[in-house]
């Protein structure tokens, strides 16, 4: 297994989006993004660092509900 690679926040969030997430606000230092699904919304906190420390992105992809491969195919 490779490990992930050190991205920027706005390489995250343009995967995301992707993924049909969408910047809902922003608040200091931190990017509030948001999905609806049919079992209700998934929001998740983005911090705005470049990069992004691989432990935060691993726990970003894991609350998101995708699997590390959905999410580089994303990038």
Do not use: N
Not at 22 to 46: C, D, W
Request: hydrophobic share 40%; charged share 30%.
């Amino acid at each position: 297994m490779t490990r992930l690679p050190a991205l920027s926040y706005l390489d995250i969030i343009r995967a995301l989006r992707k993924r049909g997430f969408l910047v809902v606000r922003q608040r200091g230092g931190h990017i509030r993004l948001q999905k609806e699904t049919a079992e209700g919304p998934v929001k998740l906190t983005l911090p705005a660092h470049k990069p992004v420390k691989r432990g935060t992105l691993r726990c970003v992809i894991r609350d998101a509900g995708l699997t590390r491969d959905e999410f580089l195919e994303s990038l």
